[in-house]
């Protein structure tokens, strides 16, 4: 009867598999978002993940977190902050340890919700909650960043901007945000240097489409022409 009897293999093998269910567990709703992020640069493709997502989780809060990203990347802002409403509602009914992680999340969508509809007041206020409780969402400094410099607050702009610097990740968020912060100070030659490459390399950004960037290159290039 010594077969329950437990050695370090056998306690380290029992951990193992528990510690791997719960890995999966976590990250199997999230396995579409993970497909999307593959396709970066093919947008048709990613939506289409981002689509499947919605169909199969149906009325869980990432199939909202997904649907909601889905509409961002397609410039229907109004209903992307109608699915972050309705999944940050799945959250407040069902306070699960996954959903409390989920609104953090839902929160970074609504800040790109609001900035790109040029909300950035409250842009930069979603965004700042969203790093006062995870100081690992990088993202959300840039969101805090750019909105800075589109409100012409250039020193918050700039502070925000060296926290995210000295990263690695997002490269492309980090000449957007250069770009925002030089066309604040009237540089608009080096902003549009900068939004010029990301347009040439086709940016991976999470959440900000190419129209945007098409937004951005028109504004300045117009207020280029006014000064000189």
């Known amino acids: 009867m010594n077969y329950l009897n437990l050695n370090v293999t056998s306690t380290l093998a029992g ?3 528990v510690f ?15 497909m999307s992020n593959l396709f970066n640069r093919w947008q048709d493709v990613r939506l289409r993940w981002l689509e499947a997502s919605y169909r199969k989780n149906r009325s869980r809060s990432v199939a909202m977190l ?31 340890l996954f959903n409390q992680a989920m609104i953090h999340y839902l929160f970074y969508n609504l800040a790109i919700v609001y900035y790109s509809s040029g909300r950035y007041s409250e842009a930069l206020e979603v965004a700042f909650r969203v790093y006062q409780r995870d100081h690992g969402m990088t993202d959300s400094l840039a969101v805090i960043a750019c909105s800075h410099a589109r409100l012409g ?32 100070q009237g540089n608009y030659d080096h902003a549009l240097l900068y939004i010029r490459q990301l347009l040439g390399k086709s940016p991976q950004f999470l959440h900000l489409n190419r129209t ?13 022409t006014q000064i000189s």
């Not at 649907?67 to 407040?92: D, M, P, R, W």
């Not at 945007?212 to 280029?224: D, F, G, V």
Request: hydrophobic share 40%; net charge neutral; glycine share 2%.
């Open 15 to 17: 951990l193992a598999a």
């Open 20 to 34: 791997l269910v719960m890995l999966l567990r976590l990250h199997w709703p999230f396995r579409f978002q993970y």
């Open 212 to 224: 945007e960037l098409e937004k951005r290159l028109e504004e300045w290039q117009k207020a280029s």
């Open 153 to 184: 607050e250039v020193e918050s702009a700039q502070a925000a901007y060296q926290l995210i610097s000295r990263k690695r990740s997002a490269r492309s968020w980090k000449l957007f945000c250069l770009a925002e912060i030089e066309a604040a």
């Open 66 to 96: 997904d649907k909601s990203t889905y509409e961002i990347l397609t410039g229907n802002y109004e209903l992307a902050e109608k699915y972050i409403a309705q999944g940050l509602h799945v959250c407040k009914e069902q306070p699960t």
